[in-house]
Nanobody, 126 residues
Framework: QVQLVESGGGLVQAGGSLRLSCVAS????????LGWFRQAPGKEREFVAT????????YYAESVKGRFTISRDNAKNTVYLQMNSLKPEDTAVYHC???????????????????WGQGTQVTVSS
């Protein structure tokens, strides 16, 4: 089993920035497509961003496009989510996820991912 551990969440004012990190155990980190999802209270998880094995391809939800950036450092077994211009509606528990599957389309549905982190809370005040 692969363990994914998120960190970097916290309290921030609207317009501020946070960088989330997700560290994975294992020696085959580069074999995984990675993604970020979030879940607000009373709502289902929603897709945020995904990044390919090489890091050369990324895809974002329309709600965060232009504000969030996903990146990865395979040498450190870590995927990041840089969040800028944060809005109160970004408040949620953020989860990282990984999959070894291949697809011709971006992985943007939670059922496409096999491994999940425990989540880190992001709260944006107005």
């Amino acid at each position: 089993q692969v363990q994914l551990v998120e960190s970097g969440g916290g309290l921030v004012q609207a317009g501020g920035s946070l960088r989330l990190s997700c560290v994975a155990s294992g020696r085959t980190f580069s074999d995984y497509t990675l993604g970020w999802f979030r879940q607000a209270p009373g709502k289902e998880r929603e897709f945020v961003a995904t990044i390919s094995r090489s890091g050369r391809t990324t895809y974002y939800a329309e709600s965060v496009k232009g504000r969030f950036t996903i990146s990865r450092d395979n040498a450190k077994n870590t995927v990041y989510l840089q969040m800028n211009s944060l809005k109160p509606e970004d408040t949620a528990v953020y989860h990282c996820a990984g999959t070894q599957r291949f697809s011709t389309s971006p992985f943007r549905r939670e059922y496409e991912y096999d491994y999940w982190g425990q989540g880190t809370q992001v709260t944006v005040s107005s």
